[in-house]
T-cell receptor, first 111, second 115 residues
Framework: TQLLEQSPQFLSIQEGENLTVYCNSS?????LQWYRQEPGEGPVLLVT?????EVKKLKRLTFQFGDARKDSSLHITAAQPGDTGLYLC???????????FGSGTQLTVLP | DAMVIQNPRYQVTQFGKPVTLSCSQT?????MYWYQQKSSQAPKLLFH???????NEADTPDNFQSRRPNTSFCFLDIRSPGLGDAAMYLC??????????????FGPGTRLTVT
């Protein structure tokens, strides 16, 4: 059983569309992170959310941490081809030091 | 710029021939990690060093070993690569982490091919 479930697993959309990626768990996390990974490169940290209910914005990307700190979402407005990549949520459950990664969402934005 | 560097970016080795992948960092972070990532999957943690303290994941095969001679460098040794070990290998670092918070900074990865 995956500790962090991401959905959808694959998403292919047209440029200009909006989308939301979900990251869910039955465990409480002190914080959750979102990474984006482009083909042939390592993951790049986008944001960390720490407080339940927190919303963070990064240009066209909006990240939300659930009130109970068990889930998070990533919303992209007006997607562009440059947003294409593998989106990974990750967190350290409880008092753990090591990150647990979600299963990933492969996003393709078509021009 | 402070960063995590991995060499080589692409490595081809023969079945059973030992191979070493290297990682260096200029971030002066205490923690270094090695992950294995297969196509379109999440990275899988192999082991990590917290300073000099080595921590192996329970399901990491004995075929995989690691060395950290100093703060800046960490090596991944695959003693007898099999075809199933072909993957992207990612190195990551983290500052001394508080429990429950572990932002990691990844290198660009080494793509290993086993022939």
């Amino acid at each position: 059983t995956q500790l962090l479930e991401q959905s959808p697993q694959f998403l292919s959309i047209q440029e200009g569309e909006n989308l939301t990626v979900y990251c869910n768990s039955s465990s409480v996390f002190s914080s959750l992170q979102w990474y984006r990974q482009e083909p042939g490169e390592g993951p790049v940290l986008l944001v960390t959310v720490v407080t339940g209910g927190e919303v963070k914005k990064l240009k066209r990307l909006t990240f939300q941490f659930g009130d109970a700190r068990k889930d998070s979402s990533l919303h992209i407005t007006a997607a562009q081809p440059g947003d294409t990549g593998l989106y990974l949520c990750a967190g350290a459950p409880g008092s753990a030091r090591q990150l647990t990664f979600g299963s990933g969402t492969q996003l393709t934005v078509l021009p | 710029d402070a960063m995590v560097i991995q060499n080589p970016r692409y490595q081809v080795t023969q079945f059973g021939k030992p191979v070493t992948l290297s990682c260096s960092q200029t971030l002066n972070h205490n923690v270094m990690y090695w992950y294995q990532q297969k196509s379109s999957q999440a990275p899988k943690l192999l082991f990590h060093y917290y300073d000099k303290d080595f921590n192996n994941e329970a399901d990491t095969p004995d075929n995989f070993q690691s060395r950290r001679p100093n703060t800046s460098f960490c090596f991944l040794d695959i003693r007898s690569p099999g075809l199933g070990d072909a993957a992207m290998y990612l190195c990551a670092t983290s500052p001394k982490v508080s429990r429950g918070r572990s932002e990691q900074y990844f290198g660009p990865g080494t793509r290993l091919t086993v022939t």
